[in-house]
T-cell receptor, first 117, second 111 residues
């Protein structure tokens, strides 16, 4: 079974631009969570989607948004990029959502490394 | 909200045992996860504890004390490939339960 895939793997943007990142979960998984990872802050939760609905949102500004499609693939968008948005963006999929108390394992993708210049 | 503390770095010798601690202060608790993350790679799931006590899985064990807000990950018979960051994550309780990660403990295994 193929793992979680994320595209692109690397991205370089300039301040003020916007970016869209994509995540394809493991086949059959309907829950997708997004995280931002930086050396100083560790893994910070962004959003969680299940069946095309956002179930949970972290403490990030409105410039960060996401969505999930009927095939469970998910995208996240960051508008008006800032230097501080440079990070590794990780997506994780599971059969059922962690927010529902599920003990299903979350499987992480390889991440998208975003650099903002 | 959640506040999770782990040591930033640890060093241990190949073949030895190391214990990585995690303490948390939470507004609610519904489970604690440990993940391993090698440099440049995605985190991989190691263990999940929701009840007090020790869960053993091969060379790795995880312990939880809910009353103390404390967990540890125990790695036995350390191997060089165990050099990685170890992330502790706590799920809160309520309608929609968020999973909050600590900043991770970078473990270096030396010969």
């Amino acid at each position: 079974k193929a793992g979680v895939t994320q595209t692109p793997r690397y991205l370089i943007k300039t301040r003020g631009q916007q970016v869209t990142l994509s995540c394809s979960p493991i086949s059959g998984h309907r829950s997708v969570s997004w995280y931002q990872q930086t050396p100083g802050q560790g893994l910070q939760f962004l959003f969680e989607y299940f069946s095309e609905t956002q179930r949970n949102k972290g403490n990030f500004p409105g410039r960060f948004s996401g969505r999930q499609f009927s095939n469970s693939r998910s995208e996240m968008n960051v508008s008006t990029l800032e230097l501080g948005d440079s990070a590794l963006y990780l997506c994780a999929s599971s059969l059922t959502p962690p927010s529902g108390g599920s003990t299903d394992t979350q499987y992480f993708g390889p991440g998208t490394r975003l650099t903002v210049l | 909200g959640q506040n999770i503390d782990q040591p930033t770095e640890m060093t241990a010798t190949e073949g030895a045992i190391v214990q990585i601690n995690c303490t948390y202060q939470t507004s609610g608790f519904n489970g604690l996860f440990w993940y391993q993350q090698h440099a440049g790679e995605a985190p991989t799931f190691l263990s999940y504890n929701v009840l007090d006590g020790l869960e053993e899985k091969g060379r790795f064990s995880s312990f939880l004390s809910r009353s103390k807000g404390y967990s540890y990950l125990l790695l036995k018979e350390l191997q060089m490939k165990d050099s990685a960051s170890y992330l502790c994550a706590v799920r809160d309780e309520g309608g929609y339960q968020k999973v909050t990660f600590g900043t991770g403990t970078k473990l270096q295994v030396i010969p």
